[in-house]
């Protein structure tokens, strides 16, 4: 008499039902490669061939290899590789770049080369970049090939960094003063009269200092919107270069930072160090 109980059967059907892990193992095979592939390909520590970094030097649409390849060139720069200055003429060509991450990466790059002429004539025209980045990097760069051309660059780092308005317009923003920004954070928005809307973007990492146009201020081009103070690195590695190339006349503002209550221990130590540097020359 027949009780029901096919174990064949519900093995069988417990098959058809069950889907097979073969698929879902490869399609978790496949996601995990797609992933270290994403990862290693726009990892900077990936070493790149000679030809790739000249394919990555200009491939202008995808700005991160241009700047993996710089990375890598700079290393090579480092160890005295004499295959870097093959990529002389293209790092000249892009310190004339639109690109602002361009400008300031090749600025402090052609600082590892003081016996390049070419470098150090890129590097002054660097010092009147519109962007104060660029500037700044150019000219603490410019101090190993001892030229102190950028000691005004340098000296503007250590007071606040006045912010103009590009357009005239209604200032719509919510920062306030003591605020700590990166580089490219929006700091405003200005109206103009036809309703469109110009954003005004932090030039420098820091922290904004006085504002003197706050939310629903009329503003009008070349005004003031706001002050930002540099960056403790910034002012370490400017504090470092005067001790180079100061005058007996940035001595004040150099002491005023020794002597503050509000900067960190460090910034103390190396303002004290760049006082007596400058005072025994």
């Known amino acids: 008499m027949d009780n029901g109980n096919h174990p064949e059967?519900?093995?069988?059907?417990?098959?058809?039902?069950?889907?097979?892990?073969?698929?879902?193992?490869?399609?978790?095979?496949?996601?995990?490669?797609?992933?270290?592939?994403a990862w290693y390909f726009s990892w900077f520590g990936r070493e790149l061939s000679h030809d790739d970094i000249s394919k990555?030097?200009?491939d202008e649409k995808n700005p991160r290899h241009v700047q993996h390849a710089l990375l890598q060139i700079q290393q090579r720069m480092e160890r005295g590789d004499p295959e870097a200055k093959s990529w002389y003429p293209q790092l000249i060509t892009l310190s004339g770049n639109p690109e602002?991450?361009?400008?300031l990466t090749v600025a402090w790059l052609?600082?590892?080369?003081?016996?390049?002429?070419?470098?150090?004539?890129?590097?002054?025209k660097l010092l009147r970049d519109p962007e104060?980045?660029?500037?700044?990097?150019?000219?603490?760069?410019?101090?190993?090939?001892?030229?102190?051309?950028?000691?005004e660059e340098l000296l503007a780092v250590l007071r606040p960094y006045p912010l103009k308005a590009p357009?005239?317009?209604?200032?719509?923003?919510?920062?306030?003063?003591?605020?700590?920004?990166?580089?490219?954070?929006?700091?405003?928005?200005?109206?103009q009269s036809d309703r469109s809307v110009v954003?005004?973007?932090s030039p420098l990492p820091g922290r904004v200092g006085r504002i003197s146009k706050p939310n629903g201020s009329q503003i009008t081009h070349d005004d003031e919107l706001l002050s930002l103070y540099s960056d403790e690195d910034s002012i370490w590695e400017a504090l470092r270069g005067l001790a180079?190339?100061?005058?007996?006349?940035?001595?004040?503002?150099?002491?005023s930072y020794a002597d503050s209550t509000e900067v960190s221990g460090r910034i103390k130590e190396q303002a004290g160090f760049t006082a007596k540097a400058i005072s025994r020359r």
């Open 9 to 37: 059967i519900k093995v069988s059907e417990a098959r058809r039902r069950t889907p097979g892990s073969g698929p879902i193992l490869l399609l978790a095979g496949l996601f995990v490669a797609a992933t270290f592939l």
């Open 167 to 191: 357009v005239d317009g209604v200032v719509a923003s919510s920062m306030h003063e003591g605020a700590t920004v990166a580089r490219r954070t929006l700091l405003a928005r200005i109206q």
């Open 199 to 201: 954003e005004v973007r």
């Open 244 to 255: 180079l190339a100061g005058k007996a006349d940035d001595l004040p503002l150099v002491q």
């Open 110 to 124: 052609m600082g590892f080369d003081n016996q390049s002429q070419e470098f150090h004539q890129s590097l002054l």
């Open 56 to 58: 990555y030097l200009v």
């Open 132 to 151: 104060p980045i660029v500037r700044r990097n150019a000219a603490l760069a410019l101090l190993r090939f001892n030229d102190s051309s950028g000691r």
């Open 100 to 103: 602002t991450e361009f400008r």
